[in-house]
């Protein structure tokens, strides 16, 4: 297994020396300073392997991830996957073992693809798909959405609860929902609300398999109550996929979503219910892929950014940059220049980035953490 904790310095030294080989194409005006690199996991760690990033920066600094362990192959639900949960408490310089967030057992049985977030009550929800696998979903054998929680930093965590019913089918607290066949949360970056008359409401976002046609719709699942109860939203990106949120400096929510070529995006006005503004990024063109958003300040001005490969292949993991709260994205910093997928990121304490990302070596997955200065 390749934790921190588990590595000699030079073997640290040397593996960051490799990787920084691979830092910014040359040709690539715009770099990201990567200030350390390290392998969190590699394929045959634990005789597994190993997918879905998902990372947040808790509010006493330390930094909680999570991915998926396939047992067997990188296949996605229905296979045999557990989710866990890593942590660091010094920027993310050294990381401890792994602990199970959900356990698999066996085909059909597994639970992958977290997301987290952290209440305003300091407690950590975490949401993963189980079951069944998403396009093949049927009210007779459905993929299932869970929560799990832990309110002592991600040490803990309590036995998974299934929401789906409150999400999709004949139950479904949004009556625009009853008719899906199949629904799962984003992983990677949840969102909590930090200011205005909806401070506090966390939110994650579901893609929804329709019934009459092969396609996917977005909605928001969110909770006022620390994820005791939950809400959907109106439907909010017709034809979508994985999908983000952010929150702007006006009180405003962006939803960003995963599309092949220009990428999708949509707007609400009133915390997430309803939403508007369908649209798509001419200047985020890319691999249909997943990663995050983040809100940070430079020389007092917010900027948005966003992580993901700035090809039509999965490589060159970058990060997009809106000054002008996610209108245009004309900024591409590279990460690195390899193939490269999924990817999640958070703002650490000390005003440094971390980025916890999939590199694809000879098509086989490793996740690694990134300390990026922008």
Not at 87 to 106: E, F, I, L, Y
Not at 155 to 164: G, K, Y
Not at 262 to 284: F, L
Request: glycine share 10%; proline share 3%.
């Amino acid at each position: 297994m390749h934790i921190t904790l588990q590595r000699s310095s030079i073997f640290r030294i040397g593996l960051l020396l490799v990787f920084l080989c691979l830092v910014c194409d040359p040709s690539t005006a715009q770099r990201c300073d990567v200030l350390s690199a390290t392998r969190l996991f590699a394929p045959g760690d634990e005789g597994c392997f190993w997918r879905i990033p998902a990372i947040i920066c808790l509010d006493d600094g330390s930094l909680l991830a999570t991915c998926d362990r396939r047992k067997y192959s990188e296949n996605d639900l229905p296979a045999d996957i557990d989710v866990v949960a890593i942590r660091s408490t010094d920027n993310g310089a050294t990381w401890s073992a792994p602990v199970t967030v959900a356990q698999g057992h066996g085909a059909g049985c597994g639970y992958g693809d977290a997301a987290l977030v952290q209440c305003a009550n300091g407690d950590i929800v975490s949401t993963f798909a189980g079951g069944g696998g998403f396009w093949n979903s049927s009210q007779s054998n459905p993929i299932r959405t869970y929560v799990s929680r832990s309110g002592d930093g991600g040490i803990t965590w309590s036995t998974p609860i299934d929401i789906t019913p409150y999400i999709w089918g004949n139950s479904a607290v949004n009556p625009q929902c009853r008719s899906y066949r199949g629904s799962f949360n984003a992983s990677g970056n949840g969102l909590c609300l930090r200011r205005g008359q909806h401070k506090g409401r966390i939110m994650f976002v579901a893609a929804m398999c329709r019934s009459d046609v092969w396609q996917a719709d977005n909605y928001v699942v969110f909770s006022d109550d620390n994820g005791n109860s939950w809400q959907v939203s109106e439907r909010a990106f017709e034809g979508g996929d994985e999908a983000k949120l952010i929150e702007l400096d006006d009180e405003r929510l962006l939803m960003s979503v995963r599309q092949t070529g220009a990428r999708g995006y949509a707007v609400s006005d009133d915390g997430g219910v309803t939403w508007h503004s369908q649209g798509h990024w001419d200047d985020i063109k890319t691999n249909a892929c997943n990663g995050d958003m983040l809100s940070v300040k430079q020389a007092g001005v917010s900027l948005l950014l966003h992580s993901l490969p700035n090809s039509m292949e999965r490589e060159n993991v970058s990060l997009f940059v809106s000054r002008d709260g996610g209108v245009t994205w004309p900024e591409k910093h590279l990460v690195f220049s390899a193939p490269s997928a999924y990817s999640s990121m958070t703002l650490l304490k000390n005003g440094s980035i971390g980025l916890f990302v999939e590199k694809l070596v000879e098509g086989k997955t490793e996740l690694w953490f990134l300390n990026l200065k922008f």
